[in-house]
């Protein structure tokens, strides 16, 4: 694979580009969806002025990369890999898709692009992710992408009045190097 294949992050019509500052009205209404943020473990109350002074703090952080997923111009989701150890090799991936754009094969595609980010640009060892061990539809696709999983966490997460339990999972850069071509085959499919 050269770099040509990784940048722009790009299957068919969907892209994953860097988030921009016009991104952040987008991520405050997603960010503000109570549906959504229980998954995420974040109360759905950001204040805009709130949203635009993480950005600015790090825009420039080495150890966070975050992506728009793209359209044909319209934004679908938020992708992340945070806590980027270089030293390690490892960071944290995370991913967001907009209510009206879900159930679309959308967040298949952008987990993909993602790993292919983490691992053949970034040359990450491991990708690891946390996910609500009730959020079947999640597990599905990383389970489908190639990730497994490496624990339970009790009780981890305090969301609307009840303790959540939640899964974290993993994937290996030469797992996925030996099933790229086979993911990139189930995508089609999708």
Same mark, same amino acid.
């Given at each position: 694979?050269?770099?040509?294949?990784?940048?722009?992050?790009?299957?068919?019509?969907?892209?994953?580009?860097?988030?921009?500052?016009?991104?952040?009205?987008?991520?405050?209404?997603?960010?503000?969806?109570?549906?959504?943020?229980?998954?995420?473990?974040?109360?759905?109350?950001?204040?805009?002025?709130?949203?635009?002074?993480?950005?600015?703090?790090?825009?420039?952080?080495?150890?966070? &990369?975050?992506?728009?997923?793209?359209?044909?111009?319209?934004?679908?989701?938020?992708?992340?890999?945070?806590?980027?150890?270089?030293?390690?090799?490892?960071?944290?991936?995370?991913?967001?898709?907009?209510?009206?754009?879900?159930?679309?094969?959308?967040?298949?595609?952008?987990?993909?692009?993602?790993?292919?980010?983490?691992?053949?640009?970034?040359?990450?060892?491991?990708?690891?992710?946390?996910?609500?061990?009730?959020?079947?539809?999640?597990?599905?696709?990383?389970?489908?992408?190639?990730?497994?999983?490496?624990?339970?966490?009790?009780?981890?997460?305090?969301?609307?009045?009840?303790? &959540?339990?939640?899964? &974290?999972?993993?994937?290996?850069?030469?797992?996925?190097?030996?099933?790229?071509?086979?993911?990139?085959?189930?995508?089609?499919?999708?």
């Amino acid at each position: 694979m050269n770099n040509k294949e990784n940048y722009p992050l790009k299957y068919h019509d969907i892209r994953l580009r860097p988030l921009e500052r016009e991104d952040l009205h987008f991520i405050h209404k997603i960010n503000n969806n109570e549906t959504i943020m229980k998954y995420w473990f974040e109360e759905p109350h950001e204040a805009y002025v709130e949203l635009k002074d993480i950005y600015h703090k790090n825009i420039h952080n080495i150890n966070e &990369r975050r992506f728009i997923i793209d359209k044909k111009n319209t934004n679908i989701g938020l992708v992340e890999l945070v806590d980027i150890n270089h030293i390690h090799r490892r960071a944290e991936f995370s991913l967001l898709i907009a209510p009206e754009h879900q159930g679309k094969g959308y967040a298949s595609i952008a987990t993909y692009l993602a790993l292919n980010f983490g691992f053949m640009v970034l040359n990450l060892h491991k990708l690891y992710l946390i996910v609500d061990e009730e959020n079947i539809k999640a597990i599905h696709i990383y389970k489908k992408l190639g990730f497994k999983e490496e624990g339970k966490l009790l009780k981890e997460f305090f969301i609307n009045g009840k303790y &959540r339990n939640t899964l &974290r999972m993993y994937i290996f850069q030469n797992k996925y190097r030996t099933t790229y071509s086979t993911l990139k085959l189930n995508l089609h499919n999708i």
